[in-house]
């Protein structure tokens, strides 16, 4: 059975660097635009690898995750890091016509749940050593709110969700009832304790949640990935919790096939 291994403290000495096996991926969308996304592998071969799916802030890019990839990767997850729509190379159609998420209408945003869907089940199909009925959706605002009605729509559910600064609605993107769907995912937030509005957000979004939920509270301020940016400590914490519920996930796998 693949067992993660958790992380030390910020504080500890970080191993060297590992050039990870990087793979480039565009989709192409119903509606004909192309979603980019890179696939990163731990250095370990010859496994089935857990997947964690990242979704970035409104305005930044899959570059704005820093070293967040790589961390998992050394973890043991492999790492789908996507541009949403309007965002970082996820600006063209087929005609290569330019869309910008400054210029998006909430039409246009309300397409990012299915872009990120079919993306996935296209990963699905093209890498078998990734496992997505083993996988998290991690997501930062506008990625946070995403990657919830993704997880509605995927016909497997992630195990986990990790949220920072969710709303119960964002450019349109509204959340609870999808939220009430996930009866087999267990939920992370992550927000700052000076943000009260997300606070308030957040207290909501809990009583639609079905399964166990997490805190990481950052001392710091900022909302999605700045306040990751402000609060480096953050990325232990949630590498840590993701790890802890993949073992447990396995765990119970091999206990129900048993």
């Not at 059975?1 to 565009?26: G, Q, R, W, Y």
């Not at 000076?194 to 509270?217: G, H, M, P, S, Y």
């Amino acid at each position: 059975m693949l067992c993660l291994m958790p992380f030390v403290s910020a504080s500890a000495t970080e191993k060297k660097a590992v050039k990870n096996k990087s793979i480039d991926i565009e989709y192409e969308t119903a509606d004909n635009f192309l979603i980019s996304a890179t696939l990163t592998y731990p250095k370990e071969k010859g496994k089935v690898f857990p997947v964690v799916v990242l979704l970035h802030s409104i305005g930044a890019s899959s570059a704005d995750w820093g070293a967040i990839p790589q961390k998992f990767n050394e973890a043991g997850f492999a790492v789908l890091n996507v541009d949403l729509r309007g965002h970082g190379k996820s600006i063209y159609n087929v005609n290569l016509d330019k869309k910008y998420w400054q210029n998006m209408s909430l039409k246009a945003f309300s397409k990012n749940p299915k872009d990120i869907t079919g993306l996935l089940n296209y990963v699905k199909e093209e890498h078998k050593n990734i496992s997505f009925s083993n996988y998290i959706i991690m997501g930062a605002d506008l990625g946070a709110n995403t990657g919830i009605l993704t997880a509605q729509k995927m016909k497997t559910k992630p195990f986990a969700l990790v949220l920072i600064s969710p709303q119960t609605t964002f450019k349109g993107l509204y959340v609870p009832v999808a939220l009430a769907d996930l009866t087999s995912s267990d939920v992370l937030f992550v927000y700052s304790k000076q943000d009260a509005n997300t606070i308030k957000e957040i207290n909501t979004l809990k009583r639609f949640a079905q399964k166990q939920v997490t805190d990481i509270v950052c001392q710091a301020g900022g909302s999605g990935l700045n306040l990751i940016k402000t609060n480096p400590k953050s990325v232990y914490e949630i590498v840590n919790w993701c790890v802890k519920e993949c073992n447990n996930y396995l765990d119970t796998f091999t206990q129900k096939s048993n």
